[in-house]
């Protein structure tokens, strides 16, 4: 269903994004233009860097007659704020690699002694 997989449509319905309707005869549930669409939504949503929750909180907006874009903007400010603090991490580790394997080039294999344990990660400050 809209290039999802099934654990992720029953991972949806388990979780209430989705609520399909059950055939009366043999139980199966039945997924219509509605569920289809909700589905769609949640891929680009996800693509865009929003949860589930956030997910749930557009529908909650969207099936209580209210405009959910407000919530939309706010959230995706949020993520945007922790996609850069992430970034900002990512790059200082990245530094402080670069530096630690720099460093270690010049620097002889140990043995194990009983004291060290890898003295390249050990001469790390």
């Not at 991972?11 to 043999?26: E, F, T, W």
């Not at 139980?27 to 997910?55: E, Q, S």
């Not at 529908?59 to 995706?76: E, K, L, Q, T, Y």
């Not at 530096?99 to 080039?105: G, M, N, T, V």
Request: glycine share 8%; proline share 6%.
């Amino acid at each position: 269903m809209a290039q999802t997989t099934p654990d992720s449509i029953r991972h949806y319905v388990r979780i209430g994004l989705l609520a399909p309707l059950r055939d009366p005869d043999s139980g199966y549930k039945l997924f219509g233009d509605k569920d289809i669409k909700k589905v769609k939504f949640i891929g680009r949503a996800k693509g865009l860097g929003f949860t589930l929750r956030d997910i749930q909180t557009i529908f909650d907006h969207s099936n209580d007659g209210r405009s959910p874009c407000p919530a939309v903007r706010d959230i995706i400010r949020q993520r945007i704020d922790e996609n850069r603090d992430r970034l900002a991490q990512l790059n200082n580790l990245q530094r402080r690699m670069d530096d630690a394997l720099s460093k270690w080039k010049s620097m002889p294999d140990g043995e194990p002694d009983g004291e060290a344990i890898c003295h390249l990660v050990e001469s790390i400050d």
